[in-house]
């Protein structure tokens, strides 16, 4: 099972609109992913589903992240960094097996002009942490609000190639 993960909690964000996206494309090629938005979180998470605490709420989630075997990870840059809410995610997670050995791509997005590098950057040393496999072809989308259309559709044609590289590679990996 493959689950994009849209990181943030923001409602009706870019970050969504390039999951989708990118989920659209996986079944083009003939291959399903699960969508998981970050802003559908338990909103008091971190008060019952941390230190080995669960949730009803949360359990649900948790049991998606078990069934899953590849991850792709779309993070928006917050404060040159990844968001706060998926390391919450990780973290309320079970340790270590809700990412051991497991497979992720990653793909960060921006509305400036370096495409969350450091973000992916930093997620990436944490998913080295939690042993989760990183596809080596990690994509920066900066300037997000000039790459998506009013579809919600990738529209350069040099961003619209990597993704689809990074896709069949991912399909693969």
Excluded at 135 to 148: D, F, S, V
């Amino acid at each position: 099972m493959i689950t994009i993960i849209a990181a943030t909690n923001r409602p009706n964000s870019n970050t969504l609109k390039v999951a989708k996206y990118y989920q659209k494309q996986l079944k083009e090629k003939g291959t399903e992913a699960n969508l998981f938005s970050l802003e559908h979180l338990p909103a008091d998470v971190l008060n019952t589903d941390m230190y080995g605490k669960r949730s009803v709420a949360f359990q649900e989630i948790q049991n998606m992240i078990n069934h899953t075997e590849k991850f792709l990870f779309i993070m928006p840059e917050y404060n040159g960094s990844y968001p706060g809410v998926l390391k919450v995610l990780i973290d309320a997670c079970n340790f270590p097996d809700s990412f051991y050995d497991k497979k992720a791509a990653l793909v960060g997005i921006s509305s400036g002009k370096y495409g969350n590098i450091r973000g992916v950057d930093h997620f990436t040393g944490v998913c080295h942490y939690i042993h989760l496999n990183i596809l080596p072809l990690r994509l920066h989308i900066p300037n997000i609000k000039t790459e998506l259309d009013e579809a919600g559709n990738l529209n350069q044609p040099d961003t619209v190639k990597f993704t689809d590289e990074q896709i069949e590679k991912f399909i693969k990996f």
